[in-house]
């Protein structure tokens, strides 16, 4: 038989590791941006074409590289920082593996062109799949400067697999935002399309923060520190009520380097636990130093993993750090004991003549039909159901002997509060447990989808514009919805570099508000949890209703209860939020007697 097993052309070996290192534009800024780090810059400037597809270039003023050295980088495994096995469990440096610029090389067109200090010419490389096209002396600044041109130029299959310049856009940023961030002490400069997104000078860490994702960061930050043998740990922790639903401005950083750690993060998620409502996550921005042989980083190509020697000792340390950062600055969740102001009759002008009110009921409805959901079904399921819900009207094939619960004004039920947060309906003859949240949201929902189909949308204009800054993704988010924003009463005006004067607001949405329901209109948003991403306006309703409906932990009384159930049951599609999870839960008299005998 003859021999199967060969050795892989450097061509094609560079191409499988750039797999692993160079999986979208981002993953070359990433590589390219530590680099230049290391090179002992005090300014790096990035600068992108058509989200990195086109062009990616960082420019440095740091140490440059020799003749010799500007054309060894571009070999697998050739490294400046690490000499035998021993050095992996001492690096404080950020790129060490020596695979970054030979992937990346592998797979675009790339010109590298550096000089040294004490060298008055510099030299100039340029590869095009691995393969070295020319390397000359030439003329250039001191420091290095790196072009990746056509990423993915001879790999098609990979480049089809590259989302909108708008997403690998947002992740292009994220990368940049966790080199610049815990470097404060450098100067950053981050270009698209010749538009500058980010010019920024030396400055704190928490200058940098608001530097980088607002100036509503200023009254968010709450400092964090705690020093003990063995790790000493800083940064800053986000106020509570800040917190978020999906999981944005998460940062550790170990040793100046960006980790993920999900046990490190349910010890600041369990520090939070009874602070924050429930599927927020806390905002924080913390930094670790520990010393390098009690971690390993060498477990993952892209080294955003690591492993602690004793992860149990960091745990601990990390949560009592941050219960002593929330008790030091009395982060306490506030509620709102007063009635909710979205129950509270308008003011009437004088002249003002009442009408008998009448309640819009689908005659169809029967509230109390079981519903078909598994407990196995999953969101997905729901939120198809649910979508397919909000294209005809429901159809029950099975009338109750129940009458209607809804009959003009006159209701047949009674009902009270339970834990601020569910309300406790009784119908004679049945039990029903209703999410007032919930259905607030299904409410809101239908008011909000109402407004769109008759393209009424009712505003309220500000004497003052209110202004509001937003991270650069959160804008750039933001300014390809704002045609959308404004069918649905929003009157917003971009400023440039992501600040935004709010002319208008949908009727009822209050002042200290606003940030708050465009942050949560823009995390739904980004996060893709609704069903049809392509459907702007029916997940900006979703939205608008999670943002403005009425949160658990709130009382109501019984005039509001009552307005509240009322308005639901007048709805189309009661039983589901608009999110797809159901409303409220039916228990007959037959179930409530079994759990009792």
Known sequence: MSDVIRLLPD????????????????????????????????????????????LIQVIDNGKGMSETDARLCFERHATSKIRDSQDLFSIRTMGFRGEALASIASIAQVELKTRQDN??????????????????????????????????????????????????????????????????????????????????????????????????????????????????????????????????????????????????????????????????????????????????????????????????????????????????????????????????????????TPKTPTVRVNPNYNPFEKTNFSK?????????????????????????????TVEDDNTHFDSFQILNKYLVVDTRSDLLLVCQQRAHERILFEQV??????????????????????????????????????DLGWDIESLGHHSFAVNATPYKVKESDVQSILETILENFKSGIMLNRNDKQTNLAISMASGMAIKSGIPLDKSAQKHLLTQLFACQIPQLSPKGKPVFSVFSEDEINSRLN
């Open 449 to 486: 989808q109402k407004q769109l189909a008759d393209r009424q949308p009712v505003s309220q204009q500000k004497l003052f514009p209110q202004s509001l800054d937003f991270s650069v993704t959160n804008a750039e988010t933001l300014n390809e919805i704002l045609p959308n924003l404004k």
């Open 11 to 54: 061509s094609v070996a560079n191409q499988i590791a750039a797999g692993e290192v160079v999986q979208r534009p981002a993953s070359a800024v990433k590589e390219l941006l530590e680099n230049a780090v290391d090179a002992e810059s005090t300014e790096i400037r990035l600068i992108v074409k058509d989200a990195g597809k086109t």
């Open 376 to 404: 196995k079904q999953t969101n997905q399921q729901a939120y198809l159901e649910s979508f397919e819900l909000l294209q005809k009207p429901i159809e029950t094939s099975v009338q109750k002997q129940i009458e209607h």
């Open 119 to 352: 060298e008055e010419l510099g030299t100039e490389i340029q590869i095009e799949g691995s393969e070295v096209k020319s390397q000359n002396p030439c003329q250039c600044s001191k420091g290095t400067s790196v072009s990746v041109k056509n990423l993915f130029f001879n790999v098609p299959a990979r480049r089809q697999f590259l989302k909108s310049d708008n997403v690998e856009l947002k992740h292009i940023s994220e990368e940049f935002y966790r080199v610049a961030l815990v470097h404060p002490n450098l100067k950053f400069s981050f270009y698209h399309n010749e538009k500058c997104l980010h010019n920024l000078e030396p400055e704190s860490f928490r200058e940098r923060i608001i530097s980088l994702f607002g100036d509503v960061y200023k009254k968010r930050l709450v400092p964090i520190e705690q020093a003990v043998s063995h790790v000493k740990i800083s940064g800053f922790i986000c106020k509570p009520e800040f917190a978020m639903k999906t999981k944005g401005e998460q940062y550790f950083f170990v040793n100046n380097r960006f980790i993920r750690h999900p046990y490190l993060n349910h010890a600041v998620s369990q520090a939070f636990s009874e602070l924050i409502p429930e599927k927020s996550y806390p905002s924080y921005f913390i930094r670790f130093e520990i010393d390098p042989k009690n971690i390993d980083i060498n477990i993952h190509p892209t080294k955003t993993e690591i492993k602690f020697l004793d992860e149990k000792l960091m745990y601990g340390v990390l949560l009592a750090a941050v219960k002593k950062s929330i008790g030091a600055y009395n982060l306490s969740p506030s509620l709102d004991f007063l009635t909710n102001p979205e129950f509270q009759p308008d003011i009437l002008p004088k002249d003002y």
